[in-house]
């Protein structure tokens, strides 16, 4: 069987690095390949990994409350690198403070994410969404 490949890593200058490892664990007994590039990681670190790897989904953490800045343009950039389709989702702490997380999903909807988490969401209530999106 081959494995369905998933990037993850932490965007921007956000240090924040023990979910990351949680959540390279989980997936990967969850039976995923991972590829994780850890922390401290550009937009493009994203995609090129993705390249790099023919990955089906990109993972982004952001926990220090400027995801929304670190992640704008990041579909556009997928699309101009050739990886147009390319699953992107997004949670951790994606903004600053407490903010209508209607709103807050809204824009990175709008930003071309197709799955956008609320703080406090673990990575296991994912893996249902996962599956779904990735076909098995
Ligand atoms: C430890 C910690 C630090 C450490 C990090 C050490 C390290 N190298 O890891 C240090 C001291 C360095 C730090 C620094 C800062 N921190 Co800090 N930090 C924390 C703290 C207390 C715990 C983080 C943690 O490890 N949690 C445990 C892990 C398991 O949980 P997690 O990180 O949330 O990850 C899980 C989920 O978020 C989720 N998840 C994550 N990504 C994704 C992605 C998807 C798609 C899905 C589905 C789920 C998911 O799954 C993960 C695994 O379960 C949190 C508060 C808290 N209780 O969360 C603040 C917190 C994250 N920090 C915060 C802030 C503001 C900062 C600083 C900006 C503070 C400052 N002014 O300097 C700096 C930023 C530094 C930087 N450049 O990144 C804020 C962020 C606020 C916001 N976003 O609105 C928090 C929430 C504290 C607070 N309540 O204000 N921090």
Request: with cysteine; glycine share 12%; hydrophobic share 40%.
């Amino acid at each position: 069987m081959i494995l369905k490949t998933i990037v993850i890593g932490v965007i921007g200058a956000d240090v924040h690095a023990v979910g990351n490892k949680i959540i390279e664990y989980t997936l990967v007994n969850s039976g995923y390949n991972v590829v994780n590039i850890g922390v401290l990681s550009s937009q493009e670190d994203f995609i090129n990994a993705a390249i790099e790897t023919d990955a089906d989904l990109i993972m982004v953490s952001s926990l220090y409350g400027h995801g929304e800045i670190d992640c704008r343009g990041m579909r556009e950039k997928c699309i101009e690198s050739g990886i147009e389709d390319i699953l992107l989702y997004v949670g951790g702490n994606i903004v600053v403070g407490k903010q209508d997380f209607d709103e807050v999903k809204e824009r990175f909807n709008e930003m071309g994410f197709n799955r956008v988490y609320p703080p406090g969401t673990s990575i296991d209530e994912a893996l249902e969404d996962i599956k779904e999106d990735l076909g098995e």
